[in-house]
């Protein structure tokens, strides 16, 4: 078999052709008076007209039969065969089709529509020019792409050789575009946030820093964009969402990824029970709209999102799934103590809210595959959410957890400025005993919310992870186009 290094020289040498015979290979522009979808649709009066058409689009594969070559030829819309025949079109490009396009070319055709004896539906080619000469073949003249790094890396050419990646990010696209238009329709205004941050905050994450020349000042690529949109509950909008990429400099694994999408949006007047209800009815939505049924079938288990979503206490969570009795009382060298027992990992200086996390993420998060809505959380774990007026010791918000995955964190959002700063510094505290994930005291923040910011309800939903499950994948980098990845060996 030959290598991609002489498949490309073969390639060089069949573009040179087109040199020779005074054709450009890469022509400026295109005619194309129809899409192969259109052409296909209106197939039976398109014929019966015996319109002339003009299409454009990537020849797929070539079968040459002495007189006659047949190609498919593929626009994005869909593909079409054509058929090329010797006596059709001028000698010259017949032969010039014949001894110079390769699959992967794109060319433009123009011809009429007819039905072969076998009842397909073909363009008779009545003339052809090149578009653009692909220098390197297809992924399937090398087997394809088997290595998930290889489609990772050269996500391109995994959607032309994979059908099953062209319609994961068609499914994804669709899905941002639905929950924009439900945002809209229920009156959420879209803004935008800075992506450079002077101070992150928003998210309990370690930030990637970089440097402003012009202003000789570090900054922060944002980890979340919730204290900018609780600014603009400041000024005076009700309703704002925003659809951003943020970015956590943590660790990579099968659901987290350091660059990654988030839609966050807040509402005056509201609080976690208000979007608690309105996020089930979103998903079920949601699902009926793009699965266009009420259930996905994520890790062998059928999601239904018809029925009521369960609802469960963080802390009744950990106690069924860890058999420690009474998790909401111990003392954090007791729990320190059970975590250990349990084989739990976790740092010297790691509190009370983290590592009651990491059992929750351990012991009870991966069981929970029915959409489950977990409440009543640790107060210590999340400084900027309102505490639970009967019972201070927790904050009034939620996770919406499916398929093991966690999709959504919403909160009744904190407003007395007062309380903000305690908690602010409270992090301070965990941030000098080595936490780097602890959120620094933003003053200019701060100083927004001392004007005055009306009661809320916040919530994020993680794009990547949604999609995940709507896909059924397995890996998030799967559902990133263009995921940040090691140099392949050699390049």
Known sequence: MASLDELRDERLKKLSLFTERGVSAYPVSSVRDTTV???????????????????????????????????????????????????????????????????????EVRGSLFLTKRG????????????????????????GLADAEERQRRRYLDILANPEARERFLLRSHTVSFL????DRAGFLEVETPALQ??????????????????????????????YLKRLLVAGFPKV???????????????????????????????????????????????????????????????????PFRVVKYFALLEENTGVPNLKEVTLPELRGHAEKLGAEFAPEDGRGKILDILYKRFCRPKLLQPTFVIDYPADAFPLTKKKEDDPSLVDM??????????????????D???????????????????????????????????????????????????????????????????????????
């Open 37 to 107: 979808e259109e052409a296909l649709g209106s197939f039976d009066a398109l014929q019966k007209k015996e319109a002339i058409l003009s299409l454009a689009g990537r020849v797929r594969t070539i079968r040459a039969q002495g007189a006659l070559i047949f190609f498919d030829l593929d626009d994005g819309s869909g593909v079409i065969q054509c058929l090329l025949k010797k006596d059709a079109v001028a000698h010259d490009l017949f032969s010039l089709f014949g001894d110079g396009v390769d699959g992967g070319d794109f060319v």
């Open 120 to 143: 397909e539906k073909t363009l008779a080619v009545g003339d052809w020019r090149m578009l653009a000469k692909a220098l390197r073949p297809l992924p399937d003249k090398f087997h």
């Open 180 to 183: 924009r238009a439900e945002l």
């Open 198 to 227: 002077p101070l992150y905050g928003g998210a309990s994450a370690e930030p990637f820093t970089t440097h402003h020349n012009a202003l000789d000042q570090d900054l922060y690529l944002r980890i979340s964009d919730e204290l």
């Open 241 to 307: 969402y925003e659809l951003c990429k943020d970015f956590r400099n943590e660790g990579l694994d099968a659901t987290h990824y350091p660059e990654f999408t988030m839609l966050e949006w807040y509402e005056s007047y509201s609080d976690a029970l208000k979007q608690r209800k309105f996020v089930e009815e979103l998903f079920r939505t949601l699902v009926r709209d793009i699965k266009k049924e009420s259930s996905v079938s994520y890790s062998g288990e059928t999601i239904d999102f018809l029925k």
């Open 398 to 415: 939620f996770q919406l957890v499916i398929g093991g995955l966690e999709i959504v964190k919403a909160f009744s959002e904190l407003n």
């Open 417 to 491: 400025p007062r309380e903000q700063r305690e908690r602010f510094l409270a992090q301070d505290v965990l941030a000098g005993k080595g936490d780097k994930e602890a959120q620094p005291v933003d003053e200019d923040f701060l100083e927004a919310m001392e004007h005055g910011m009306p009661p809320a309800g916040g919530v994020g939903i993680g794009i990547d992870r949604l999609v995940m499950l709507l896909t059924g994948t397995q890996n998030i980098k799967d559902t990133i186009l263009f995921p940040t990845m090691r140099p392949a060996a050699g390049r």
